[in-house]
């Protein structure tokens, strides 16, 4: 006689598996499940990818960059201490580039808050010179004193800051969001396992007549599973596509909003082709999971029958 | 023991008990031999169902040994069993027909198992159906199934499959004495093609319909052998035939 040979995966599949399963699939509440999931994490995720890549072209435009402020009056003394503060600069070999920012565009940039400034000038409403100087390297503390203590000799009005100390605890803030992103990530990632092993098991309760006949038949336990495995793929792959486009339409209206406020921070904040790539997987990713978990809930109720 | 080459079934020393109770089944050794009609009687909570459950590898003796096919089944790798599996053919007392299966579907459920295509299993499935009387029946839900019905339908799919051993727990329990002998020549008829019927009832009546059908007794967990039929292979002779394999069937099948 000849000897039994375990029974390999990959050989018979059933026809119509599904068909096994008692369980109406859209009816269940394992696709909305999936989907509310899939959409918090794609959202999760957009503030998490956004926020990096503020924080990164935010961190590329101020390394290096001080800026002066000439806060002085009378607007003749105001110019004249402005003109030595960026010849100063300019006569240093360790600044890449000295700029002072025109006066049309501070009022501009200030109008918002002060209203007309231009005009209200003549009122007696002082605004400071300001100037854009980036250093090459990185400001350190000792060089920022240094230069300070050589300036103030010749523009004594002049205050001086690294513009990526006052940004700091906007850096801390973004980072303390990052890893909100991603613990939040972490968290519905468990969650929708959960949620899935759940499911994976209530089906397995009220199909387990059906496991079992299939099981005393012959039924191999990759067999079973694969039954599983692909009802709940199904569910999964429902509920990932409407979680994406959930998710999606909420990052895309958050986006407009913020493209609203027009601020020049925020409008690093846009999502790159990676990003997106990124987001597109996570549906992919919980497909994958919902399976894994699915087989794994399955073949562990399997081992308990002989 | 004889000679373990042309038996099928082999229990030696075998004993089961359920968690920490008293053993149901104790010191349980006999020999089935290929093509023979075999009766399992004794009476209620005598351990039939226990046996039979060992027969079909619903459960592990807790000492003893089973060895199938010329395997020792105990301690064959979980992986092959559903092999083993596949060439038993189970009569579950309770039918367990798949609920939300038609008729067809659930004769089809050990060929679709065991892999073969869909355009090739119509035919045999088709056939089977016709031979216990159910061809007017094959989209019919088992819920719509009158007990009788159902009770061909769970034996055409023990059978489907062509097993080389069939079991049966109390496939007349539920039926009219009438259906009953009729249910009796349909395994008269496959173990004429060579299959090993082994057949659980208390029913003492059903044991003289079969003629050549040798006897088990199980009394409190013990087994006994009135006919002898146990210690010696069986007189009668075996069908010349092979076995048959797990195949579609390419002879006739008899009429029901
Ligand atoms: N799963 C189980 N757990 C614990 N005890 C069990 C279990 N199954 C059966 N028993 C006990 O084992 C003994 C034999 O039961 P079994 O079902 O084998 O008897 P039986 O001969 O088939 O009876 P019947 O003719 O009524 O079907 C009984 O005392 C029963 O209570
Ligand atoms: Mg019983």
């Known amino acids: 006689m000849s000897t039994p040979s375990p029974i390999r995966r990959g050989a018979p599949r059933f026809g119509d598996s599904a068909r096994l399963l008692q369980q109406a699939r859209i009816a269940g509440p394992m696709p909305w499940v999936i989907a509310i999931m899939i959409a918090l994490t794609v959202m999760a995720a957009a503030a998490g990818l956004a926020l990096n890549n503020i924080a990164g072209s935010a961190r590329d435009e101020i390394a290096g960059g001080i800026t002066v402020q000439i806060v002085e009056g009378a607007p003749i003394e105001r110019d004249r201490q402005a003109e030595r503060a960026v010849s100063y600069f300019s006569n240093r070999e360790d600044v890449a580039s000295v700029r002072r920012v025109p006066d049309e565009e501070l009022s501009a940039l200030l109008a918002p808050w002060l209203g007309d400034v231009g005009a209200a000038e003549d009122d007696g409403v002082p605004i400071p010179a300001l100037v854009d100087v980036r250093l090459s390297g990185p400001v350190t503390a000792q060089r920022l004193r240094n230069m300070r203590d050589e300036l103030l000799a010749q523009a004594p009005a002049a205050r001086i800051d690294a513009q990526a100390s006052w940004l700091g605890p906007v850096f801390d803030a973004v980072r303390s969001l990052q890893f909100l992103a991603i613990g939040l990530i972490a968290l519905l990632a468990l969650t929708s396992a959960a949620a899935v092993w759940l499911a994976a098991r209530s089906a397995l309760g009220s199909n387990r007549e059906t496991i079992e006949v299939i099981h005393h038949l012959g039924g191999t336990d990759g067999q079973i599973a694969g039954i599983f495995q692909r009802s709940i793929a199904w569910d999964a792959a429902l509920g990932g596509a409407a979680g994406l486009l959930l998710g999606l339409a909420a990052v895309f209206m958050l986006g407009q909003q913020f493209a609203g406020l027009g601020s020049g921070l925020v409008a690093g904040g846009g999502l790159g082709p990676l990003d997106w790539l990124a987001i597109a997987a996570i549906p992919v990713i919980g497909i994958v999971l919902a399976v894994i978990t699915a087989r794994l809930t399955v073949i562990a109720a399997l081992r308990r029958m002989i | ?256």
């Open chain 2, 1 to 256: 023991m004889s000679d373990p080459e042309s038996s099928i079934v082999q229990f030696a020393n075998v004993g089961l008990r359920y968690g920490t109770d008293r053993e149901v089944l104790s010191d349980i050794s006999f020999t089935l031999y290929p093509g023979s009609f075999y009766f399992l009687t004794g009476a209620s909570g005598a351990g039939k169902t226990s046996m039979l459950k060992l027969l079909y590898l619903a459960q592990r003796p807790s000492r003893g040994i089973i060895s199938m096919f010329g395997e020792d089944v105990i301690t064959l790798p979980r992986n092959c069993l559903p092999g083993v599996r596949r060439r038993i053919g189970v009569v579950f007392q309770d039918f367990r027909l798949v609920p939300h299966l038609s008729t067809f579907d659930n004769v089809a459920l050990p060929l679709r198992i065991s892999g073969m295509s869909e355009e090739r299993l119509q035919k045999p499935v088709a056939d089977m159906l016709e031979w216990v009387g159910l061809d007017h029946r094959s989209e019919a839900r088992p819920e719509t199934l009158s007990g009788g019905e159902q009770q061909r339908a769970a034996i055409a799919r023990a059978v489907i499959a062509r097993p080389e051993i069939l079991v049966a727990d109390e496939p007349t329990g539920n039926v009219d004495p009438e259906m009953a002998v009729k249910l009796l020549r349909l395994f008269e008829a496959l173990n004429r093609l060579g299959t090993t019927v082994v057949v659980a009832t208390h029913d003492v009546h059903l044991l003289r319909k079969v003629p050549d059908s040798l006897i088990m007794r199980l009394d409190k967990g013990k087994l006994s052998d009135p006919t002898g039929a146990l210690r010696y292979p069986p007189k009668r002779d075996l069908p010349k035939r092979d076995l048959p394999s797990r195949d579609v069937p390419q002879r006739e099948l008899p009429r029901k």
